[in-house]
């Protein structure tokens, strides 16, 4: 399993595939319409990736590459889940103030809005009084994260 080792996009995109895969309340639809120049047809990956760009829940770089082995930030993918509960349906209202987390200027703006609503449906928490919103997610920290999100969303 290797809780240590960082998740990537690759596998972000391949455990949110096989979870709607196999949890009907957690199922999502996608046009599996999207291909990157960098992700292969052949790639253990490559129908994850798809169905998820398909999907709307994740998106590659702007010069058209998915970046597969790229390391996951903790904000990036806070972002992701808060975009996969949106295409599912959920309410994804929920909020809180970030400011007892003193690294919570860190965060892009991008995912402000994500980083507050996981914080507030318990799916990402901090220690230590930091989030840690650039630093790498270990696959112990997603899996983590994908269980309290199934929790809340299911």
Same mark, same amino acid.
Do not use: H
């Given at each position: 399993?290797?809780?240590?080792?960082?998740?990537?996009?690759?596998?972000?995109?391949?455990?949110?595939?096989?979870?709607?895969?196999?949890?009907?309340?957690?199922?999502?639809?996608?046009?599996?319409?999207?291909?990157?120049?960098?992700?292969?047809?052949?790639?253990?990956?490559? %129908? =994850?990736? $798809? /169905? @998820?760009?398909?999907?709307? !829940?994740?998106? +590659?770089? #702007?010069?058209?590459?998915?970046?597969?082995?790229?390391?996951?930030?903790?904000?990036?993918?806070?972002?992701?889940?808060?975009?996969?509960?949106?295409?599912?349906?959920?309410?994804?209202?929920?909020?809180?103030?970030?400011?007892?987390?003193?690294?919570?200027?860190?965060?892009?703006?991008?995912?402000? %809005? =994500?980083? $507050? /609503? @996981?914080?507030?449906?318990? !799916?990402?928490? +901090?220690? #230590?009084?930091?989030?840690?919103?650039?630093?790498?997610?270990?696959?112990?920290?997603?899996?983590?994260?994908?269980?309290?999100?199934?929790?809340?969303?299911?």
């Amino acid at each position: 399993f290797e809780p240590n080792t960082s998740l990537n996009r690759a596998m972000a995109a391949t455990v949110l595939y096989k979870l709607s895969q196999t949890n009907s309340k957690l199922k999502l639809s996608s046009t599996n319409k999207a291909s990157f120049s960098d992700v292969p047809s052949d790639a253990w990956y490559a %129908t =994850a990736v $798809k /169905w @998820a760009a398909g999907a709307g !829940i994740v998106k +590659g770089y #702007d010069n058209g590459t998915f970046g597969p082995t790229d390391k996951i930030t903790r904000e990036q993918f806070a972002t992701i889940l808060y975009a996969y509960a949106k295409k599912l349906g959920c309410n994804v209202s929920a909020t809180t103030s970030l400011s007892s987390y003193s690294d919570s200027g860190s965060i892009s703006s991008y995912a402000t %809005t =994500a980083m $507050k /609503w @996981a914080v507030a449906k318990k !799916i990402m928490s +901090g220690s #230590d009084g930091k989030l840690r919103p650039k630093s790498s997610l270990t696959r112990a920290e997603a899996a983590a994260m994908i269980r309290s999100f199934a929790a809340t969303v299911a």
